[in-house]
Structures are given as C-alpha cells and as structure tokens.
C-alpha cells in the first residue's frame, strides 16, 4: 500500500512533468505562432500549437488542485500552503496568457507576468515537496552513508544553484521581451548592429553574469559530492552543468549569428532562427528540473541520516529514547 507521502511525491514529480512541458509548448507558441495585432483571438486560440499548450495548461492546474488536497489530508500546512501557491501562480499565468492573447500580443506585461508567474509555480511545487519528511522517497543505506559524509555543503550548494536558476529565468524573459524584442523588430540592416548595444545594456550583462554563476556553483555542488565520495550522485550533478553550458552556449551562437527574419524559408536560416532559443530554454528547463531531484534525494539522504545518527545516540545511552 502506497503511502499518503508517497502518492504526493509522485504527483508532484508528475505535476513537474507538466509543468516542463507546458513551458516548451509555450516556447515554441512564442516562435512559430504569429500573434500580432489585429489578429482575431478565436484563430490565435484555434492554432494546433495554442491548443496543445493550453491543454497542457489545464492539466498542470488540475493537478496542483489534486496536489493540493494531497497535502491537505497529508496534514502538512507548509506544503498544503506552497501548493495551494503554487495552483494560483499557474492561474494567475493562465489569466494573463488569456489577456495577452486578447491584446493580440501587444502588452509586453502581460507576457512577463505569464512567464514569471509560471516559473514561479515550478519553484513552489518543488519546495511544497521539499517541505515533506520523506519528500524523496526511501533512502538505501549507502544513501545515508553518502549524506553523512557529505554533510550540508552540497546541499546547501544546490539550494543556491536553484535561486540562481530563478534568476536566471526570470531575468531571461526579461531581456527576450525588452531588449532582444525590440531589435527583432527592426529593418534587417540595422538588427546586428542594434543587437551589439542590447548585449551592453545592464538587463543583459546582469542576465549573462547570473548564467556564468549558476554555471560556477553547479560545478562546485558536482565536485564537492565527488570529493565526498559520491561518485553517481556527482555523475548525476555533472549532467546540469552541461545542459546549462549548452544552453549558454546555443544562446551565444543565436545572438552573434546574423539575423535573418523568422518567416523566411528553412534554407535560409529563418528556422533556425527560431528553434536555436526554443533548445537553449529547454536545456536550461531539463537542468532545472534535475537539480530540484537531485535536491530532494539530498534532503531525504540527509534526514535519514540525522535519524540514524539519533537511533545510535540513543542506543548508545548518549540521549534518552523518545
């Protein structure tokens, strides 16, 4: 019989599914759908593509209800309250998807509130499982082992690399919507030379500086377990630390490539155009959503491991029985 912890472990990995793939159906809405002014809303909500993404949509928020009263019978108040958090912010993007749509896609906000907000419930429903005692499952005794030996350090570590990837989302669309954006929408001619000025500007070099730190830091959490001798726990950590150097660097190819309009044919580089950022973001998106598990298997190890170290204090005569 499946545990009631358990059954929310599950969910919210699921729901982390949907999540992830609500975010690249959305990614590729904003590269291949044209929503412009004056476009009717009913075509723009009818487009194969807009469809896919609202049904995944739909399905995110039906399962932070179902996560919610997962919790909510759980007993868990924190984890009932990120979650519960984590459903509105899904709303709160869906609403302002819905208004962007409707402004046909001419309300730059509305765009940056939908992003955030979505980004933001991927976080809470991370930390609402975080907040559960046994929130990555069972741990085998070399788990525990490794936990003891590698103390907090890497823990601590990985929370930091998840706040710089916060930031570095955050921060992402920011600079796609409001200083790549608008030199997307100038003459051909002038694009690259335009595009030179955006990289100097400050929501920029803060954007790339935040990169090159969550880089950094996902180096250190992937040498700092290999130190402590958790070799496939350190293998695991070193695949984030890839993914966010490819998305680094197909970002960069994107920028200094020269600019070449989205609706031109394949063969002449306007696919491309289009596709480069869709993979940089989902690069970005599947190191994400491994380090928030690599997190929750450090906590529990870690848990455990605390456990273990009382049950032996205990049997010892060092601290009294509870």
Known sequence: MVSLERRIVYCSRLQLVFLSATWLAGIYVNGFVPIVPGTDAGTIVLDPAVETHIALATLSAATGVFLVGLTWANG??????????????????????????????????????????FVTSVFLTFFSTASLKTAGGPVPPAGVAVARATGRVPLGLCYLALILFYAVFV????????????????????????????????AFVAHEALGAALLVMLALLTTSLRI????????????????VAYSACVGLTDLVSPPVPAASPPSSGGLASTVVPMLSSAGLMAALIITMLLALKMRTGSREAEAVKVRTASSDGLVPPT
């Open 228 to 243: 402590a001798g958790a070799r496939a726990t350190s293998l695991a950590s070193a695949v984030p630390v890839l993914l």
């Open 171 to 202: 921060t992402g669309v920011y600079v796609n919507l409001f200083v790549v954006g608008p030199v997307l929408s100038l003459p051909l001619g002038r694009e690259l030379a335009s595009f030179v000025q955006a990289e100097r500007s400050a």
């Open 76 to 117: 868990s108040r924190r984890a009932t309250a990120l979650a519960l958090l984590a459903t509105l912010s899904i709303v709160v993007a869906g609403g302002s998807g819905l208004a962007f749509v409707l402004g046909g896609g001419s309300d730059e906000v509305e765009s940056l509130t939908m992003a955030t907000a």
